[in-house]
Each structure stands twice: as C-alpha cells, then as structure tokens.
C-alpha cells in the first residue's frame, strides 16, 4: 500500500505573507485580490509538486486562546489586520472549498495547534507530513516523517526545514527550537523572553546547556556578568515564555485523517471563484474547461440564399467572432431568428446578399443582438453599417447585475434561468486547443446563441422595468454603444516615426544612467540582475540589508526607494527600471498595436465590465499609460490627428467624483468650497490641520489632503493611506478622524447609505444604476465591512461614470446639429479627446464645455478644462 502524504497549510499565515508580499490588486467589483492570488499560487505550486493523498489547511478561531490563561498579553500589540486582508478571508475560505480541501478551526487553540495535533497523529500512521507556513514556530515539529516548509520571499520561495536543516542552521534539535523562543522571545506573538537574549545568545546557551530547563538548573555555577543577572531577574518569564511557544500536540480536535483524503479541486466551482476573482492569468494557464450540458433539440436550417421572406421586421441576430480582437479577427458564421426557427448563414453567403446588407442598414428593422457594439465594429470593416438594434443583451444584463461577469451567451444566458446553449469551450476549445468544429456544429452553436437572445429580451427588459433602470439602459448605455462602437471604427493616429524616436532618446539615456550607475559603483554589472545588483549594493557599497531573498539580498522597488539616502547610486537604478519598463512596456508595446493599413490604434471599450460602471480601454489599454513621469507623458506625443490642418482637442472634468460627493452629502463646507471655485484640496487641508489662511497650506499639507480626499472617496483604511503616504497607521487614522470630524456631511453621508443598502441589498447612481451587496447584513465581519465601503463608494464612483457617459452622447448629439467634421476619439478616466479642423477649435472652446458642464445638474457646478495642440501631450 503506497504512503499516504498530508499536506497542512498554516492559512492565517500564509494568507498575511502574500498580502505583504504583492502589490495591492482588486477584481472588476472592487475586491481587494492581492491575498488571494497569492495564496491561490502558492497553493498550485505545491499541489504540483506535491501531489498529496489528504490534506487539510487550519486557521485560527479567534484572539483568544488558552494560552491567554497564562499570559493575558500573549499577542498583544498586534496591528489590527487591515481591512483590505479581512475582506479577503471569505474568499479564501470559498476557494478552498472549491479546491475540496478539508478545512478547520477550534475555538481556543491555534492553526499551529490543529496542525502539530493532526501532524504527530499522522506521523504515528507512519504517513509523510508535509507543513506548510510563513511562521517559524511550527519548525519545532520537524521530525524524520514531518517537514516544515517555511515561507520567504513572497509566497513560493520556500526553505524545508527538516531536523538536519535545523542542525546545520542552528545548531539544534527541532525540540530545543522551543527553548530558543523561550530565551529570545518573539516580538510578533508578545513573547517576552529575557531582555536583551537574541537568537546568537539563545544558541550559544542552549549548546552549552540543551534547555531553558537544564540552563536554570545549572545557572547557579555560572560565572557572574549582566547576562547572568538577566537570566536570574526573567527566569519566570523564561519558563513562561517557552510554554507559550509550544504547540500543543493534543489539541481536542473533531476532523480525522480519515477525513482529510484529497481527490482534486471541483473544477467547476474553482473556476467561478477564479471568474468571480477576475483571475484570468489563472483560467488560461489552466486545462479546465467548462462541461458540456444536456441541450434541447432546435429546428436548425443552413442557408445558402437570403430570400425577403427571411428578414422580418423584428429579429434576433448573432454574429459569431473568432475572438474578442474584433478589429482584426474574422466572422466565423451568422444567425438569424424569429424565435419560431433558426437561419444559420455563411459568412460568404452573407456578405454576397444586397437584401441582408439593406437589412442590416434599415434602422425600421429590429435587431435584438448580444453585443451591438462587436457586432457594430465588424460589420463596419465590410462597410455595412449596422442600424435598428433594439436590444443588447450584454448591456441589458450588465446594468440588471454589473457583478455577471464575462460576455459568453451561455454565462449570460444562465444568470436569467435559459440553458439551451452550450458554453464557447464546450464547442471551441480551449488555449491552444481552440479549434473551429465542423460547419454543422457551428451552426447549431451560433443559431442557439440567436435563439438564446430572442428568449432572453422579454426576460430581461422586464427585469429592466422593475427596477426602474429601462432609461438607464435604454437612452444612455445603449446609444452609447454605438458612439463607442464608432469611436473604436475611427481609432487614433499613432506616429510610429516618433514612438521609434522616443525609444531611441529612452536608450540613450538608459545608456547615460547605466554609464553613471557603473562609474559609482566602481564597475560594470547587469544591472537587471537582482543578484549581481545586490553583491554590488550590499557587499561592495556595504548598503544597509533590509530584507533577504533564497538567492541573496532583496533588490525590489520598496527596498530601494528605503535605501536612497545611502547612496547615490540607488535613486539612478530606480530611474533606470522606469526608464527601461517605459522603453518594454509603452513605446515597443504601443508600436505592436499600430495597425499597418491606417496607422492608427484601434482600443476597445470594456462597456459591461466594471462594477462602478466606469468605461475600460484595452488593446491596447490608453487609461494606464503613465503621466506622472515625463518621460511617460511624452508617449502621448506620439497620439496625433489623422488629417493635415486639424488638431487634437482635450477635455476633462476637474475632481468629477469629489464634487458627485458634496452633491450626495451636501456638507455645507464643501458645497460653499466648490461654489466659490476654491481649491477643494487646499480647503480641506486647512481644515485637517486647523490652517486658516489658504496661504498658510504647505505642498506637504495639501498632498496629504488630496490623498485624504481621495481616499476617503475610495474608502481607504488607515493601513492603506499610511501605504499611500508612508505614514504609520496611526498617523494616518488620525488623519481620517480629523477630515470626518471638519466635513460632518461626509460622516452622515456614509452613516445613511450604508443604513440604506443594509435595508435595500443595494445602492445607486443618480441615473438609478445599481450595485448589488449581498453581504452588506452578512454576519461575517470582514464580508460586511467590505460591502460597508463599498456602499460608501460605489453610488459616487458610479455617478461620476454616468456623468461622462451622458455627456458623450450629448456631444455626439450637438456635434451633429452643430455641423462639425470634429470626431469623439477616446474617453480616458474623466477626460475626452476629440480631432478637429483647427477652424472648428473657437466652436468647440465654446460648446465642450458648455455640453460637459450641464450633463447632469448637481447642486455644485460641474467644471471642465480643456485645451488642444498637435499631439495629445500638447493638448493637456
């Protein structure tokens, strides 16, 4: 009978190390992703290379344990955990069940409790146990049978620590690494040790020695020093301290081993979490795929002539892409619907047909379709303009619920209880098995996608109805697909000549900086190997080490920018790495997406993919291109009019969401600040810092109001301002206490939505979008808080999205009336950037602004700052 291996994963732990460990990241819905991703990787990586028979994870029940009994201070001290990690837990607990491992609490014990009990049990089995934590604690359970992998930098860098690990390291027994935490202490639990013991002292007595134990009992034939005298004064503590430093191995645990068998995760439960996590890295990199359902029968036929008789006045059409890339991508097959039948019609067959080309053009004609702007932007290249949609599945169903997610049928389908289609993977493939199936799979495929749309319509626009949100989709997202769609078809003109000069001016200066990082450094070295930097960094320039990695010294960006008044050489190599990403990332990266027939980059528009409602870009993505380094806002040189003569006009609204907030709060002090046209950022710093003088507020004073400012919008914690700041936390909450305390409005604002949405399971925009908290009454803490902030922050996030929705198809509208060749190009965060005759710039200094300004009345004015030039750089 083959071995059985059990895996035990410390989650607590592990789940703070890769918090700390990655960057901030959120999910479409604002949830805060970080710690899951890591824990999410960690736990693939192991299961890979591992393959264990049972496995189980434990976390701590709570603050209290029986080893306050003892010591009532036992972790005292601790931070409160951050909020942006509490909102995480749930989620990680609901991947774990996805994965269909076994997972455990007990009520006054420990993970390193449950784990040293569930370790020895199996270890008497004769089993090979395998822990897994970031906490060295649980070293002290190493044995011939149980390894302890311990965590260090990030999540999957691991170091095994079996018991001639420990010798080698230590110089100890796994026993006696409980008797070193007796001596030294340890900081992170409250520990106390013996003041002034350290881990080279500990060692040395407890080679000479072997326990906290045998050291005490000799301790009256050591010679005398101060270190006798410590030992002497804190021997209780000693004793105490080693107690609370031992796991408990016979913890009143209720799980088996039996119990603990792993079999694999559930598939398709993991991949919703990985869907509802937004973790598509993860989904791509997989082998799982969706499975194929039970489908009823329908009345399919292929046709190979488009008569009159088939084009009613209303039906249902899907045009099927090969992917999502639909400015490059080819239609693979198309259907039409009454409900009654399917038409499914080649696209040779298609294209040849005047009669369906009219029909599509004919605005008189109905058209229920999936994705009216795809479906817009493809047809456009066959110079067929589409007309007469009527209804769009993929917006209708997003403003019903912004949290479904994805835009398969199938996925959009099911959310309203229709389950006669099959999921793209089921038909297509998936990753490098992505195939087209024969033409009469095909066309049972895409016929029941039109079949799907034309059941859904009356399902959904009643949806719509009762909940008063048919004019939000109705008159703002569904002409604004095709506005979107028409802006995607235009693009904007991209000279590559001077992206080809940017990258070329970016590596000489790279050459420059690595010359001079050379020359201080005293020698030539890849500066973009991690190693190679940190020998010359720590070894050579005898820099301060503050963090260590498995192949050396730590050379990420937190590490550097510490380290800057050290040494001169620290801030070039920073510059360096922006200057080099810059380079890879923007310039080389942006020249791949040029297409080569018209020079121009054509983004899509994300229009139902955020839970605020706001508009993403992508391929390529022009809202994350980074100003705030001049090198980066240059790129934007490169963004040029396509005709001689015009120019580039550029239009933003100022603090768009700050103002949505005074609105919604009417705090009398920030409703008077904007009335007065003041410095929103000034005014509030002189209130936080008790300034009264504007002219009294610091630089520093008013990037730490802004940060306030912002944040407060975002409902920041104070872990994350003291992020944003490099502040500590306390200074931080102060900050935030001080702010709520001058605008008093704010406060109650927050207070009643929030009472609102526990009320009503959701919150609104001012044109009555939704987003939907199911977890705002949750009884779990951390589930609640998360839908607590976000209730604060969606209705403003949310409005300030709709505010520049209705002011594009406003100004589509009045650039028609108007009579301007000017064309809508791009929507970035808040701004909007048109191209224009240089003739028409006088009209639209007038007009833009005007349009902007008065999309929406609020009881602060709304303010734009626009401005135009050569380029889009010249234009802000």
Known sequence: MAKEKLLLLDG????????????????????????????TTM??????????????????????????????????????????????????????????????????????????????QAEANESEVIIVSGDKDLTQLATDNVTVYITRKGITDIEKYTPAHIEDKYGLTPAQIIDMKGLMGDASDNIPGVPGVGEKTAIKLLKEYGSVEALYEAIGGMKASKMKEKLVANEES???????????????????????????????????????????????????????????????????????AMLKDTLALHVELENEHYHS????????????????????????????????????????????????????????????????????????????????????????????????????????????????????????????????????????QDNEQYDLYHDLELPLAEILGAMEIAGISVNVETLKQMGQALLEK??????????????????????????????????????????????????????????????????YRQLAKLQSTYIEGLTKEVHAEDSKVHTRFQQALTATGRLSSTDPNLQNIPIRLEEGRKIRQAFVPSKEGWVLFAADYS?????????????????????????IHTRTAMDVFGVANPDEVTANMRRTAKAVNFGIIYGISDYGLSQNLDIP?????????????????????????????????????????????????????????FAERTAMNAPIQGSAADIIKKAMIDMDARLQKEGLQAKLLLQVHDELIFEAPVEEIEILERIVPEVMESAIELTVPLKVDYSHGHSWYDAK
């Open 43 to 120: 736990l693939q990586k192991i299961l890979e290379e591992e393959r264990p028979t049972q496995m189980l994870v434990a976390f701590d029940a709570g603050k209290t344990t029986f080893r306050h009994e003892s010591y009532g201070e036992y972790k005292g001290g601790r931070q409160k955990t951050p909020p942006e990690l509490s909102e995480q837990f749930p989620y990680i607990r609901k991947l774990i069940d996805a994965y269909n491992i076994k997972r455990y609490e007990l009520d006054l014990y420990e993970a390193d409790d449950i784990i040293g009990t569930l370790a020895k």
């Open 329 to 464: 991508c080819a239609m693979l097959g198309i259907a039409i619907t009454d409900g009654v039948d399917a038409k499914y019609i080649p696209v040779d067959v298609a294209l040849k047909s005047d009669a369906f080309k009219a029909w599509l053009e004919d605005e008189t004609k109905k058209k229920y379709i999936v994705d009216s702007k795809a479906t817009q932007a493809i047809l456009a290249r066959y110079d067929i303009k589409l007309a007469g949609v009527a209804f769009d599945l993929l917006l209708a169903s997003y403003i019903v619920n912004p949290a479904i997610s994805g835009d398969d049928v199938a996925t959009l389908a099911k959310e309203f209880g229709y389950t006669n289609v099959q999921p793209n993977e089921v038909i297509y493939g998936k990753g490098a098995k992505w195939t087209v199936p024969e033409e009469d799979v095909l066309a049972d495929h895409v016929s029941r996608k039109a079949i799907a749309v034309w059941h859904l319509q009356p399902v959904v626009e009643k949806k719509l």
């Open 655 to 679: 603090q768009i969401e700050l103002r949505v907030l005074a609105h919604m709060c009417q705090d009398p002090v920030l409703v008077e600040a904007f009335k007065e046209g003041m410095d």
């Open 729 to 785: 936390r306390k200074k931080a909450a102060e900050f935030i206490a001080s702010y709520l305390q001058s605008f008093p409005g704010v406060q109650g604002y927050m207070e009643n939505i929030v009472a609102d949405a526990k009320r009503e399971g959701f919150v609104t925009t001012i044109l009555n979008r939704r987003r939907y908290l199911p977890e705002i009454n949750s009884s779990n803490f951390n589930l609640r808080s």
């Open 238 to 308: 000693a004793h105490l301290s080693k107690k609370l430093a031992t796991i408990f191995t016979e913890a009143p645990i209720e799980v088996t081993l039996d119990e603990l068998a792993y079999a694999g995760p559930n598939e398709d439960a993991l991949l919703t979490v990985w869907q509802e996590l937004g973790f598509k890295s993860l989904i791509e990199k997989s082998d799982m795929q969706s499975t194929a359902q039970e489908q009823e029968e329908i009345q399919l036929n292929i046709v190979n002539d488009i008569t009159a």
């Open 510 to 575: 790279l050459s420059v900086i690595e010359q001079t990082i050379y020359e201080l450094a005293g020698e030539e070295f890849n500066i973009n190997s991690p190693k190679q930097l940190g020998v010359i960094l720590f070894d050579k320039l005898g820099l301060p080490v503050l963090k260590k990695t498995k192949t050396g010294y730590s050379t990420a960006a937190d590490v550097l920018e510490k380290l800057q008044s050290e040494h001169d050489v620290v801030k070039h190599i920073l510059d």
């Open 12 to 39: 607590n732990s592990l789940a703070y190390r890769a918090f700390f460990a990655l960057p901030p990241l959120t999910n479409d819905s604002g949830i805060h992703t970080n710690a899951t991703y890591g824990f």
